[in-house]
């Protein structure tokens, strides 16, 4: 058996592990860009969903940030269809409708997912794979080290989301894409471009790390982060419970989230400022441009007050102290 062969079995056992709980006439589809990863999984996927009696299509999300990338579409169209994947869908999408403030990548990849979120309710598809690998992960760990991420950040990307499902993130890019022949791969330009953190973490930081410690900085990464995956569900069961006791039902008059002081301050300080957060949160604040700044004030309704005034959070959240009561409430006009 070659190399490639046994890159296939370890590609090909990653998909089929992702798609045992579905049922025979099940719909999988892959979202596929043209790009060397994504293709390698949709002619592994093809396989493995032939072997599991599964049907399996693809949907082709277009950017249209580049010149000609209807063409590069049209090309992952017609690939994935000498797979075998049918139906296969292209959807165009409007990257500036989702733009936040957050950067082009995030733009992008919101509207991605909105895209593949539709496509999957109207073909009613039961599962959507994505060709992230276990560099994907660790890049994305240290990308978000550098933003004084909490556990529930730090834990990246999850092997499943709702319908989306990552059946690679145990497999390395250069196994996953020794599957695939090169002369069919599309490059993306951003790719190569240093204007996106994630191409220099990429380029520069994980190389330099990997030469300094070793060739385990990859999967330590990774492991770090289904470690912290673990951590967070559990603290977020604790503040699930804690939450039904500090904000009690039918407290929401004008719009007002009413939470208890006695309730909160029994708590320890990682399960208190959980529940601060999503407080702001179901008052409105925007959950991406709430920071640990933002919520350390909150919980200094609790530790240091002192009969302070008004803080202003995102969204026009405002926060006040009355008693035994913190009021997180969004203007109503």
Do not use: Y
């Not at 399996?56 to 579409?73: C, F, K, M, P, T």
């Not at 080290?145 to 690679?168: C, D, I, K, Y």
């Amino acid at each position: 058996m070659t190399i490639a062969d046994d890159s296939r079995t370890v590609v090909r056992r990653a998909v089929r592990d992702a798609l045992g709980d579905l049922d025979p006439g099940d719909l999988v589809l892959v979202a596929c860009s043209g790009g060397a990863d994504s293709l390698a999984l949709a002619t592994a996927t093809a396989d493995v969903c032939a072997g599991l009696r599964l049907r399996a299509g693809a949907v082709i999300v277009d950017h249209g940030l580049q010149e000609e990338s209807d063409r590069v579409a049209a090309q992952a169209l017609e690939r994935c269809r000498e797979f075998g994947l049918d139906p296969v869908v292209v959807i165009r999408v409007d990257v500036a409708s989702f733009t936040t403030g957050a950067g082009l990548e995030a733009a992008a990849r919101d509207a991605r997912h909105a895209a593949l979120a539709e496509c999957a309710r109207e073909s009613s598809a039961k599962a959507v794979l994505l060709g992230h690998t276990i560099d994907d992960q660790a890049e994305t760990v240290l990308i978000r080290l550098t933003r004084g991420s909490g556990a529930r950040s730090l834990s990246a990307m999850a092997p499943r989301s709702g319908l989306l499902r990552r059946p690679l993130l145990g497999v390395s890019r250069a196994v996953l894409r020794s599957t695939i022949s090169p002369d069919i791969v599309w490059e993306d330009p951003h790719n190569g471009d240093d204007d996106f953190l994630r191409v220099r973490v990429r380029r520069d930081v994980l190389p330099v790390m990997t030469r300094a410690l070793g060739d385990s900085v990859v999967l330590g990464l990774a492991r770090t982060a289904e470690s912290l995956r673990a951590d967070a569900d559990a603290l977020d069961e604790w503040t699930d419970s804690a939450w039904s006791r500090c904000v009690p039902d039918g407290e929401f008059p004008d719009r007002d989230v009413v939470v208890a002081v006695d309730a909160l301050t029994s708590l320890p300080t990682a399960i208190r400022t959980r529940v601060l957060r999503r407080a702001a949160v179901s008052a409105g604040a925007p959950a991406g441009s709430l920071t640990r700044a933002h919520v350390v004030a909150m919980d200094e309704f609790l530790s240091h007050w002192h009969g302070q005034g008004p803080l202003s959070l995102p969204g026009g959240v405002t926060v006040t102290r009355k008693g035994g009561r913190i009021n997180v409430s969004r203007p109503t006009g």
